[in-house]
């Protein structure tokens, strides 16, 4: 081939040529250099600094021949190209070197994108497999650390060593459906993946067919397997405590309720160490409702009062509060305990639920969300329990005030209309006979009116709702009413010290009543005896008269029943109105001595140190 016929063929070819002399001046050059470094009036004799600096800076690395090709990227018109740039030493005409330029930017894009790719599949959290049509993997991406395998293991066995045969019918399914949709690009379902060691794991699978061949062959399937079983138990998590709650809402007491919560901060969100408190008005203070029994914890639950500790300020703050070490904290760290993280949750105005761990830093955020969902779950419940109360304290009121206008209605049309009656006639008497010794009857009459009015008086009294309760002495209430009886020949025993929780005045004159009923039935010289009940739920009241017979006990309470001539039938209804306003159940039985014995639950008495 001749030297011309060799410039032709550099004419023509895609590679761009560049002969340089000594001076750098680029002495020929063919129009694919010139299109590829984005030059329109050619090369020659331009001087190599003209040259785009990418190129231009290759020129001075070496000298020609001692380097390696490499790749030079241009930006022209915004677009993108990479050329390969190799120099060689060459003894033509008046130049020493020749460079040659290769458009490569096909061969790097796709060394990108391929880069890119591996990057992906490296930094996502998912599992990636590849599948041929025969059901064998060919590729995995993210398998290794929680699966037990080494990916290189699995290449080449069949998709089932790490799915169930449940999971492998289902993809199969699924495959064909791919195969036989024209528009259906990927499917999503869930399915279980097995580790090394034969667990299950949950997993959600985007399932799609691969790009088909030149031949337009389908060579297999791609898995995205994504672990979804933290979040199949946050769900379960989640539909357990929708269940507990729905269960708190129904509960009859406030026990009740303390008992399911706790059940439930276990079982379903595995707190072990969680206990309730709540607050006690009348001790002002946080009181343990709910204390769990482990090794890790003290014996005595403590209780929490104003100023005096962290469940204290989330109580009044009503929000929740978490301890990841407790060790750091010299202010809350007990020695004696192991906890070292808490959690507090506020349970509105009723108290706190507090969870505890040996462990530090083990209440994540979901952890803490569920814990809080509890807590106003609790709080709910409680709400409801205490309208509920409220409601029928209501109801037990209005009742209580219809019985009261019942029995008004009663004593004025017919307990108050005999002695009046008989008042009427005396006088007409005397006034038609001039006999004034008739007046005396009149007097009587008189005298019965105005008993039964101070006891309708008393009994309206009652009608009113009690005032504030607070822990008073009965025995200081029964020594006070003791001492506003006639009674110079009865005596009182008081054998308890006990306190309930009462209005005291009220309770006084519910002493008041039974005394006074001990000297009008059992005489003058009755001996009455106050003590409190064996199982410590109360105080009974009674004397050593004749006592009630076993069929009038039942009715001793309603209105009108005395034994007493000279009695109203009011005095034992106003006992059974204050205890009820109390809450307290009362009943009558015989005592000791024969007498009537009279006994309140309180549920609340508490013997005093």
Same mark, same amino acid.
């Given at each position: 081939m001749t030297d011309g016929d060799a410039d032709i063929v550099l004419e023509h070819i895609d590679v761009g040529y560049l002969l340089v002399d000594l001076d750098g001046i680029i002495v020929a050059a063919n129009p694919a250099a010139a299109s590829l470094l984005g030059v329109d009036n050619g090369l020659d004799s331009t001087h190599i600094d003209e040259l785009p600096p990418e190129v231009c800076d290759q020129f001075d690395t070496a000298?020609?021949?001692?380097?390696? $090709?490499?790749?030079?990227?241009?930006?022209?018109?915004?677009?993108?190209?990479?050329?390969?740039?190799?120099r060689i030493a060459v003894d033509h005409h008046d130049a020493n070197q020749l460079a040659l330029l290769r458009d490569v930017t096909a061969r790097t894009t796709g060394a990108r994108q391929l880069e890119r790719y591996e990057t992906l599949l490296e930094t996502?959290?998912?599992?990636?497999?590849?599948?041929?049509?025969?059901?064998?993997?060919?590729?995995?991406?993210?398998?290794?650390? =929680?699966?037990?395998?080494?990916?290189?293991?699995?290449?080449?066995?069949?998709?089932?060593?790490?799915?169930?045969?449940?999971?492998?019918e289902v993809s199969e399914d699924h495959i064909a459906e791919l195969f036989a949709a024209d528009d259906r690009e990927k499917v999503t379902y869930e399915m279980d993946v097995i580790t090394a060691d034969g667990e299950q794991i949950r997993h959600e699978n985007h399932l799609a067919l691969l790009p088909p061949e030149q031949d337009g062959?389908?060579?297999?399937?791609?898995?995205?397997?994504?672990n979804v079983s933290e979040r199949k138990e946050r769900e379960r998590a989640l539909e357990?405590?929708?269940?507990?709650?729905?269960?708190?809402?129904?509960?009859?007491?406030?026990?009740?309720?303390?008992?399911?919560?706790?059940?439930?901060?276990?079982?379903?969100?595995?707190? $072990?160490?969680?206990?309730?408190?709540?607050h006690d008005p009348n001790a002002d203070a946080l009181?343990?409702?709910?204390?769990?029994?482990?090794?890790?914890?003290?014996?005595?639950?403590?209780?929490?009062?104003?100023?005096?500790?962290?469940? =204290?300020?989330?109580?009044?703050?009503?929000?929740?509060?978490?301890?990841?070490?407790?060790?750091?904290?010299?202010?809350?760290?007990?020695p004696d305990t192991e906890i070292r993280s808490e959690i507090i949750v506020p349970l509105g105005d009723h108290g706190v639920l507090m969870s505890g761990s040996t462990e530090a830093h083990v209440f994540d955020q979901e952890v803490q969300n569920l814990a809080g969902v509890l807590g106003a779950a609790v709080a709910t419940a409680l709400d409801r329990l205490e309208r509920d109360h409220e409601r029928e304290a209501q109801r037990r009121e209005l009742r209580r005030k219809n019985e009261r206008l019942e029995r008004f209605a009663s004593v004025v049309s017919h307990d108050l209309r005999n002695p009046l009656n008989v008042a009427h006639g005396r006088v007409d008497l005397a006034l038609q006979s001039g006999d004034v010794e008739a007046l005396a009857g009149a007097g009587d009459a008189l005298d019965r009116m105005e008993t039964l009015i101070e006891d309708l008086l008393a009994l309206a009294r009652q009608g009113a709702s009690i005032g504030a309760r607070d822990p008073v002495s009965i025995d200081d209430v029964a020594t006070d009413a003791w001492g506003g009886v006639e009674s110079s020949s009865a005596s009182?025993?008081?054998?308890?010290?006990?306190?309930?929780?009462?209005?005291?005045?009220?309770?006084?004159?519910?002493?008041?009543?039974?005394?006074?009923?001990?000297?009008?039935?059992?005489?003058?010289?009755?001996?009455?005896?106050?003590?409190?009940?064996?199982?410590?739920?109360?105080f009974f009241v009674e004397d050593d008269g004749p006592g009630i017979d076993h069929d009038d006990q039942s009715a001793v309470f309603e209105h009108g029943v005395t034994g007493s001539a000279d009695g109203t039938g009011l005095g034992l209804a106003i006992v059974e109105d204050i205890a009820d306003a109390h809450g307290w159940s009362a009943r009558v039985t015989t005592g000791t001595a024969g007498g009537a014995r009279f006994e309140f639950e309180t549920a609340d008495a508490t013997e005093r140190d």
């Open positions: 000298p020609p021949g001692d380097q390696d $090709p490499v790749d030079v990227t241009l930006t022209t018109d915004g677009e993108h190209r990479t050329l390969e740039f190799d996502i959290p998912d599992t990636v497999v590849v599948t041929d049509t025969d059901g064998r993997l060919v590729e995995i991406h993210g398998f290794e650390g =929680w699966s037990g395998y080494e990916e290189d293991e699995l290449i080449g066995e069949p998709f089932s060593k790490t799915a169930t045969a449940e999971a492998v062959r389908i060579p297999g399937s791609m898995s995205v397997l994504r357990a405590l929708n269940a507990a709650t729905r269960e708190l809402l129904i509960a009859k007491s406030v026990d009740d309720i303390v008992e399911k919560a706790v059940a439930t901060a276990v079982e379903v969100l595995d707190l $072990p160490l969680t206990g309730v408190f709540l009181v343990p409702a709910s204390y769990p029994d482990a090794d890790e914890l003290p014996d005595d639950p403590p209780t929490f009062r104003p100023g005096e500790s962290v469940a =204290w300020e989330v109580f009044e703050a009503g929000e929740t509060r978490v301890f990841d070490d407790l060790a750091e904290h010299d202010a809350l760290h007990n009182l025993s008081i054998e308890t010290d006990c306190t309930v929780d009462a209005d005291r005045a009220r309770l006084r004159e519910l002493f008041e009543n039974l005394f006074r009923n001990a000297v009008e039935h059992a005489g003058p010289t009755v001996d009455i005896r106050l003590g409190a009940l064996d199982d410590g739920t109360g």
